[in-house]
């Protein structure tokens, strides 16, 4: 299984270190559960993150393998993004192919630019709601809500909820048990979702 992890200027590091995390501890720690973590650029130059990290991707566009789950982390680099017709295209290209796609924080934006959240609900987080709504007035906003999961789509609000949010992924994905698992070996103890 396949997770990819898009990465472009402006991403909130922690909105997808922290799932990256959660995740890359699940396939480093369980390899026999088959899972894989990968991150994903436009190409294979470094991209600077919103508070300045510098990260290589694994993978371009063009050289990544399909993706099992894609997750689209927030920040400030969204909004380029939103008019981005290339970018666009290729998170629909890969959510066509995915089991899940996934946003943390304002990656839901993208989705939104996508026509992946029509008549959805979804999470994001608190300051942008109303741009989720100018985006595509059909989204059911869930502004209480951590984390939506729609099946296919999976939305979540900011930092914190992308982690709890990546948890679920793994329950969801393997089992509760493996999830708990995962949550004591990174010692993350705020109330998790399982």
């Not at 472009?8 to 997808?16: I, M, S, T, Y």
């Not at 480093?28 to 899972?35: F, H, L, N, S, V």
């Not at 959805?120 to 007035?137: C, G, I």
């Not at 793994?170 to 979702?193: F, G, K």
Request: hydrophobic share 45%; with cysteine.
């Amino acid at each position: 299984m396949n997770i990819g992890v898009f990465l472009f200027d402006g991403a909130e590091e922690l909105d997808w270190a922290g799932p990256w995390e959660v995740l890359a501890a699940w396939a480093q720690r369980w390899p026999d559960d088959g899972a894989a973590v990968l991150t994903v650029a436009r190409d294979d130059t470094p991209v600077a993150c919103a508070k300045g990290l510098r990260v290589l991707p694994d993978h371009s566009w063009q050289s990544a393998p399909p993706f099992d789950v894609l997750l689209v982390p927030g920040g400030h680099g969204t909004r380029a993004l939103l008019e981005d017709g290339a970018a666009l295209a290729w998170t629909r290209a890969c959510s066509a192919q995915a089991q899940v796609v996934a946003s943390v924080c304002t990656g839901s934006l993208v989705l939104a630019a996508a026509g992946l959240l029509r008549g959805r609900p979804a999470a994001t987080h608190w300051s942008a709601f109303d741009l989720l709504l100018e985006l595509d007035p059909t989204i059911e906003a869930r502004r209480d809500d951590r984390f939506v999961d729609d099946g296919d789509v999976v939305t979540a609000a900011g930092v914190s909820a992308g982690i709890d949010m990546a948890l679920h992924l793994v329950a969801r994905l393997h089992s509760v048990e493996r999830a708990r698992e995962v949550r004591r070996y990174i010692q993350y103890d705020p109330d998790p979702p399982v």
